[in-house]
């Protein structure tokens, strides 16, 4: 496993990096796309050819999907995905915070992670919503942390350790601490998506602040969910290095169109404010026809 993070430039607590896994670099502050593996709307390949060096995908949903599953096992997730570039994925703990459960042991998600030949795998750590009673944050911080231990002692891969502790920015920083003195890769700061979504932008600040106090300066940083362009700026101020988002897919299915200033309804526009490829080749009118 090569792993390799340096920083050439900084503004704010903001930074620009090289990553380097496993003989693939990126530039950082970087943006993953969030890849479905049983749909692939936009193929991982198209996504290398519009500059994406790194994807993310769900390891938990290729687990228990038994044909996706063999696949993945027999030819790896590279060639199952027919994407080169940086294969970073998640464990099953935004379907843990969304439904409650998951049928996958920490150690076995992670053993799975490596057999398939992950870039940068995730151990099963426990997402706390915002708001949590502290008795409850505190005890999903105890597990995280027990989980952290066991995927440090096995694991071959680089690896995120995500800094939880819901909206208790000393359960963030004392996490932090924690897994900063481990031996991981990547600190994702989790558990963040509902903040966002609600648009409690100062409480957003108060978790990435309280996690970077604790998060040793060298490692990377990301946050997870983080994928609308009005959140890109401010995060990076506050020296976040990596996003990922499924938002790209999710909005365009509902027929949303995302701006640096908010995101408008395809029917409300008559033109669009971009000069990319394909926006200044369609209008509004042709692309809702």
């Known amino acids: 496993m090569e792993f390799r993070f340096e920083v050439k430039a900084r503004d704010a607590a903001g930074r620009i990096g090289k990553l380097t896994v496993n003989g693939k670099t990126i530039e950082t502050p970087a943006i993953m796309p969030v890849v479905n593996p049983k749909q692939l709307i936009v193929t991982p390949k198209e996504l290398k050819e519009m500059g994406f060096g790194i994807i993310i995908t769900n390891s938990y949903i ?9 696949k993945a096992l027999d030819m790896g997730i590279h060639k199952l995905l027919d994407y080169d570039g940086i294969i970073e994925v ?3 703990s935004f379907q843990l915070m969304r439904y409650g459960d998951v049928k996958v042991t920490n150690r076995e998600i992670v053993q799975f992670q490596q057999a398939i030949g992950v870039d ?3 151990f099963l750590d426990i997402p706390t919503p915002p708001d949590a009673p502290r008795e409850k944050a505190e005890e999903d911080l105890r597990i995280t942390l027990e989980r952290a231990r066991e995927a440090e002692e096995i694991k071959e891969i680089a690896m995120n350790a995500a800094v939880q502790g819901s909206t208790y920015p000393d359960l963030r920083t004392y996490a932090a601490k924690r897994l900063s003195e481990m031996n991981f890769e990547i600190h994702p700061i989790g558990a963040v998506v509902p903040l966002m979504e609600s648009y409690r932008y ?4 108060d978790v990435v602040i309280a996690s970077k106090l604790g998060l040793r300066p060298d490692r990377p940083v990301h946050l997870f969910g983080a994928g609308h362009p009005m959140i890109f700026a401010l995060a990076v101020a506050m020296g976040v290095d990596l996003f990922d988002s499924a938002s790209y ?8 169109y995302l701006t640096p200033e908010g995101t408008k309804k395809l029917e409300e526009l008559e033109y669009f404010p971009c000069s990319c490829p394909v926006c200044s080749r369609y209008t509004p009118q042709e692309l809702r026809e």
């Open 120 to 122: 940068i795998g995730t």
């Open 202 to 205: 100062r409480d957003l600040v």
């Open 249 to 256: 897919a999710l909005y365009a299915k509902d027929d949303r």
């Open 62 to 70: 290729v687990y228990k999907t038994p044909e996706l599953r063999e």
């Open 90 to 92: 998640d464990s099953g």
